[in-house]
């Protein structure tokens, strides 16, 4: 059984966090990973105050088990969702795209694990002092905003800065990928793009098609010129934006307004001219969809038999 004291902290039995995934991550999905036994996670991203609050009640309908939320730093409702994570006594939080420090006070004093996504070593150690629970050390392989690193420089780099738990993210998507992250020093995996197949994950169909199709080149980072970098399928809109993007004779305004609504239209309306499908470089390996559970109990296994076996690689 592959597991970690932050199993025993989160009340999961599975080291696997779901990652907070905009217009995907609702409480289907979150309380599928955690009646799985891994930690689902609802995406605060594409929600007011309102909306993210029913759907945390919807998720307690159906699990018991506990779940966190994901507050999206950039999102127009991010001081809306940083106060229903309290009133909704919401145990684990997981942040992204920026520097949580404004609401950690609030959630520290509300009994809140926090955990910042954190695309280098210095946000990991402010974060540290401030008091986050853990971090999860996200690399550039990911979906979505990324920061420079990779994975593989990332994570060591981070274990070696702080003492609290460092979960790997960005690239993972079976055993080895999960084997490898405990090996660079994590107690514990994000997952994202795998669990865009899943059944219980509710994202329209086309959306599962892609990535289920996609291969090992078939992702795209658009958005730099813009400060935040973004990685998404090589879709019409994604090769569309990277040509608007060179040209200095288009505006950043026109550029943001290429996207607005991209996200919308690639998970919810299937949107294959005009969406942005968020996805990360281990599409490749993502050729079948599953139950939450068959993911999280098969990378669990595939990794606690490689570590096992490790040792006779060794002379
Ligand atoms: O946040 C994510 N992934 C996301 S958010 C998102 S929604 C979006 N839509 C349009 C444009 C941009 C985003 C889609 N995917 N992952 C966590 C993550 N955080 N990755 C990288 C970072 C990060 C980057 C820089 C965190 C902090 C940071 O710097 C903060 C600072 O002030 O030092």
Known sequence: MIASKLCEDLGIKYPVIQGGMAWVADASLASAVSNAGGLGIIAGMNMNGE???????????????????????MSPYADEVAKVVIDEKIPVITTGAGNP?????DWLAAGIKVIPVVASVALARMMEKRGAYAVVAEGGESGGHIGELSTMALVPEVCSAVKIPVIAAGGIADGRGMAAAFMLGACAVQVGTRFLVAYECTIHENYKKLVL????RETMVTGRRLGHPVRALKTPLANLFKAKEADSSVTDEELENLGRGALYRAAREGDVENGSF?????????NKEQSAAEIITEMCSQAEALLKGAASLVR
């Open 278 to 286: 968020l996805c990360g470089e281990i599409a490749g390996l993502v």
């Open 213 to 216: 199709k996609a291969g090992d």
């Open 51 to 73: 909306q993210l609050t029913a759907e945390i009640r919807r998720a307690r309908q159906l699990t018991d088990r506990p779940f966190g939320v994901n507050v999206m730093l």
């Open 101 to 105: 420090g404004i609401y950690m006070k």
